[in-house]
C-alpha cells in the first residue's frame, strides 16, 4: 500500500505530541500527550489491515523519507517499505512501550465557539515567540470575544490580542498554554467547554484535537 503526504503530515504532527504510536486496524490514528492533556484522532485515507506500534515515530517518518514514493508492507514483527531498488525493514514496537489513548472524548456542550484561521493562529504562536510569553488567552466582557497572547501570572506582561467574534453577554477568560496548541497547520472552529475542555475541529480534513483548559479558567453566563 501507500501513504498519502496527508497522512505523513499528520504523523508528523502527531510526534510533536507523542513520540511514539499504536496504530490500531482500519483508518483512524490516535495519539495521547504523556501528561494526557491533549488528545489528536483523524481518520485518513489508508486502511490499516493489523494492529502496530511505532516508538521513535520522528525516525520512522524519517526512514520513510529514504524513498520517494515507496510501497509499504505489513507485516507480523515489521514493516517493510521499497521502491524499485531499494528496500527497509523496519521492526513494530514491543506492546505496552508506546501510551495511546484508552478511551475517547466525548466533548461535553461547549458555551463558547470561534473560528481559527491558519493565519491568525500563526500569527499568535509567533506573537508568543516575539514577547516571549506562553499564555493564549480566549475572553469575553460580554459584548466582544478577543484572543490575546500573554504571561497571566506578570501584571505588566507585553500583550498582542485580536478580536475573533461578537459577545453573547457571557464573560469569561479561558486559559491555554501556548505549548500545548500542537495542532496541525489550518483552519480550525473551535469549541470551548466551561467543563476545562476545548475541541478544535480542521475544516479541511478529518482531523481533531481535545486540548484541556488551564485550572484558573472561569465562566459566568
Do not use: C, H, W
Request: charged share 20%; no cysteine; glycine share 4%.
Amino acid at each position: 500500500m501507500k501513504i498519502s503526504n496527508e497522512t505523513k503530515a499528520i504523523l508528523k504532527n502527531f510526534a510533536t505530541i507523542n513520540s511514539g504510536i499504536k496504530v490500531d486496524s482500519g483508518n483512524q490514528l490516535k495519539t495521547i500527550s504523556n501528561m494526557k492533556n491533549i488528545l489528536a484522532v483523524a481518520n485518513v485515507p489508508e486502511t490499516f489491515n493489523q494492529e502496530f506500534s511505532i516508538y521513535n515515530l520522528v525516525e520512522f517518518l524519517g526512514a520513510t523519507s529514504l524513498m520517494e514514493n515507496p510501497d509499504y508492507n505489513f507485516n507480523e514483527a515489521s514493516l517493510s517499505i521499497a521502491d524499485s531498488d531499494t528496500s527497509l525493514t523496519y521492526f513494530y514496537a514491543s506492546e505496552g512501550m508506546v501510551m495511546s489513548p484508552e478511551k475517547m472524548i466525548t466533548m461535553p456542550d461547549a458555551e463558547i465557539s470561534i473560528d481559527l484561521s491558519s493565519t491568525l493562529l500563526n500569527e499568535l504562536q509567533k506573537a508568543a515567540s516575539v514577547l516571549g510569553v506562553n499564555d493564549l488567552v480566549l475572553s469575553s466582557d460580554g459584548t466582544k470575544i478577543v484572543l490575546q497572547v500573554t504571561d497571566k501570572k506578570n501584571a505588566t506582561s507585553n500583550t498582542f490580542s485580536r478580536t475573533v467574534g461578537e459577545g453573547n453577554g457571557s464573560t469569561f477568560t479561558m486559559y491555554f498554554k501556548i505549548e500545548n496548541l500542537k495542532v496541525l497547520d489550518g483552519n480550525y472552529t473551535v469549541a470551548v467547554s466551561s467543563k476545562g475542555i476545548s475541541n478544535f475541529k480542521n475544516k479541511d480534513i478529518d482531523l481533531e484535537y481535545f486540548i484541556a483548559l488551564e485550572p484558573d479558567s472561569s465562566y459566568n453566563a
